[in-house]
Nanobody
């Protein structure tokens, strides 16, 4: 599975951005997908995850109610709609795939895309 994230950019606090991740490979629909983020000097952290069927979604407490993860198994894409953005959401965002289960710790993810920068100004 190859992953390519896009959609990052600069936005004011309170604004919205939508990240997309395009996946190649025939195992996409059976892979759990996740979004993670990293702030310089800090460890990468889980943001949101969705199972292969889309039936289960999980969010970090810090983004609940503001971010929504979704996937399209026909187009092989996973998206992260980010609303009510805050300066503390500034980070490099990564999409990742778990080929074998529905867990979203960093060590569970088998494939990673290159990150996309999200910057939220105050």
């Amino acid at each position: 599975v190859q992953l390519q994230a896009s959609g990052g950019g600069l936005v004011q606090a309170g604004g919205s951005l939508r990240l997309s991740c395009a996946a190649s490979g025939r195992t996409f629909s059976s892979s759990s997908m996740g979004w993670f983020r990293r702030v310089p000097g800090k460890e990468r952290e889980f943001v949101a995850g969705v199972t292969g069927s889309g039936g289960l979604r999980k969010y970090a407490e810090s983004v609940k109610g503001r971010f929504t993860i979704s996937r399209d198994n026909v187009k092989n894409t996973v998206s992260l709609q980010m609303n009510s953005l805050k300066p503390e959401d500034t980070a490099v965002y990564y999409c990742a795939a778990n080929r074998y289960g529905s867990a979203w710790s960093e060590g569970d993810m088998n494939y990673w895309g290159k990150g996309t920068q999200v910057t939220v100004s105050s």
